[in-house]
């Protein structure tokens, strides 16, 4: 299986904030990585797709980048309804893989 | 607007089988991956398997050939069945549609159910 990393494990953050997520892959997916925000109790949501692709209704602020094996999500200015958790999923082969999360709290 | 909504028994006794339902509404079925993915308490996300809409499917060897997905394209639901469930099958378990695209990608994902193991 692919085992995908992610950096930090937990962030604490302040409104305004610019906010720098990574993730790993233990072999080379190309551009095949997507990236999901999750809150409590609530569908797991896709911000972006195929590594750099924003989807569609996903916030300017919210911005992917890399290929290969390393890879970021960054989120320009962080606002209230950003506080949640984060995760990096490869779909470059089956099983799919997950990060472990990112869980980004307000300071 | 796609909706995904997971139906089905919150409480399995151990050594028998959960089952799920995902019901799909505003799509066809068709042309998509249909996905279930779990979590369980404390851990990360991962992936059960996925159904295409001519019958194909795929599972993650962590469950040891346990899983089963099933499609009703008629009625726009999937299923899951996990035989001999245990403890460590406790979890919120989400169904998605898999977009195949070049990049595959899950959208949208359902709100979840939470399944608890014990007698």
């Known amino acids: 299986d692919i085992q995908m990393t992610q950096s930090p494990s937990f962030l604490s953050a302040s409104i305004g904030d610019r906010v720098t997520i990574t993730c790993r892959a233990s072999?080379?997916?190309?551009?095949?990585l997507n990236w999901y925000q999750h809150k409590p109790g609530k569908a797991p949501q896709l911000l972006i797709f195929a590594a750099s692709s924003l989807q569609s209704g996903v916030p300017s602020r919210f911005s992917g980048s890399g290929s290969g094996t390393d890879f970021t999500l960054t989120i320009s200015s962080l606002q209230p309804e950003d506080f949640a958790t984060y995760y990096c999923?490869?779909?470059?082969?089956?099983?799919?893989?997950f990060g472990q999360g990112t869980r980004v709290d307000l300071k | 607007q796609v909706l995904l909504q997971e139906s089905g028994p919150g409480l399995v006794k151990p050594s028998e089988t959960l089952s799920l339902t995902c019901s799909v509404s505003g799509a066809s079925m068709r042309n998509y991956y249909w996905t279930w993915i779990r979590q369980s308490p404390g851990k990360g996300l991962e992936w059960i398997g996925y159904?295409?809409?001519?019958?194909?499917?795929k599972y993650n060897p962590s469950l040891k050939g346990r899983a089963t997905i099933f499609i009703d394209t008629s009625n726009n639901q999937f299923s899951l069945r996990v035989l001999s469930v245990t403890a460590a099958d406790s979890a919120i378990y989400y169904c998605?549609?898999?977009?195949?695209?070049?990049?595959?990608?899950?959208?949208?994902w359902g709100q979840g159910i939470l399944v608890t193991v014990s007698s």
């Open positions: 998605a549609r898999d977009i195949p695209r070049g990049v595959n990608w899950l959208d949208p």
């Open positions: 159904i295409y809409h001519n019958g194909n499917s």
């Open positions: 999923q490869q779909s470059y082969t089956t099983p799919r893989t």
């Open positions: 072999q080379n997916i190309n551009i095949y």
